[in-house]
């Protein structure tokens, strides 16, 4: 796939960085000092972020990426610790969530692949978006830390909703209560990492991956997705009738089309 000039749609000293390069847009994390801790300036704009490549007809893929040694090291313990000395917790992190899980229904909705590109530290909430994403591609020396039990809190930032669903409940209660930290070899075995690469070729590989998915046609991606996401919790004839309509619709499209004069000539060769 040809590789046009990226587009930088974001300044640089921003909190969440957009680019956009061909069918590939990337968010990357932008508080490296603070190991890309999320606090109420990244959740608001992640939200914009989210929106804006939910609105891009042209992506396919977006990756999400940490910018310095960490991919997040979750919700940013100096705005909560400030937070619960004055009394304002509710409030303060109602407002923080409020922005930030508005992004995290936004990348399970948008009809575009999410792939987390993980390396350091996956923490807390941090982890959970690692996990609420589509795919996670990690480097061997990503650690994966739950957090939240050994600050006597419940998960928050979409980690139920990312690994319940893969690993299964028993398995994530040993996560969120027991596992001080795993590696992404770990989470590979658990299901919940798709491919495990050498530290050093993240980034090559994690473009590799992203321009493989964007190979798929758009309402390959849109209907594949919508479908898996509600298989779970929607009975079997609304599921089977949810299956025909979608099929039905990317039938309809160009894509298809050619893919199958494509096929049908080669078996007629």
């Not at 893929?61 to 940013?76: P, Q, T, Y």
């Not at 006597?152 to 001080?180: K, N, Y």
């Not at 991606?221 to 599921?239: D, F």
Request: with cysteine; hydrophobic share 45%; charged share 20%.
């Amino acid at each position: 796939m040809p590789t046009p000039d990226p587009a930088t749609t974001s300044l640089s000293d921003d909190p969440a960085l957009l680019r956009i390069d061909g069918p590939i847009a990337t968010i990357t994390l932008n508080r490296p000092g603070a190991f890309n801790s999320i606090d109420l300036s990244i959740a608001k704009k992640l939200e914009q972020l989210g929106a804006e490549v939910e609105a891009n007809v042209d992506i396919r893929v977006l990756v999400i990426e940490g910018e310095g040694r960490a991919f997040s090291a979750g919700g940013d313990l100096q705005t909560i610790g400030a937070a619960a000395e004055a009394d304002t917790i509710a409030p303060v992190v109602g407002e923080l969530l409020k922005h930030y899980h508005a992004f995290i229904e936004t990348v399970r909705r948008m009809p575009r692949i999410v792939l987390s590109s993980v390396h350091g530290s996956a923490a807390g909430a941090g982890m959970g978006l690692a996990f609420v994403a589509d795919l996670c591609i990690a480097a061997d020396t990503a650690r994966f830390t739950p957090a939240y039990a050994k600050i006597g809190v419940s998960p928050d930032g979409g980690s139920t909703v990312g690994m319940v669903g893969t690993v299964g409940v028993r398995r994530a209660l040993q996560i969120f209560l027991s596992e001080d930290s795993f590696s992404a070899q770990q989470a590979y075995d658990w299901g919940l990492v798709a491919k495990v690469v050498p530290g050093a070729e993240l980034k090559a590989e994690t473009r590799k991956f992203a321009e493989r998915l964007a190979q798929n046609p758009p309402a390959a991606i849109a209907g594949t997705k919508s479908l898996v996401y509600q298989a779970a919790v929607t009975p079997t004839k609304a599921q089977l009738d949810a299956e025909e309509t979608k099929i039905i619709d990317a039938m309809h499209t160009d894509d298809f089309r050619v893919a199958v004069k494509k096929f049908t000539s080669k078996t007629k060769a």
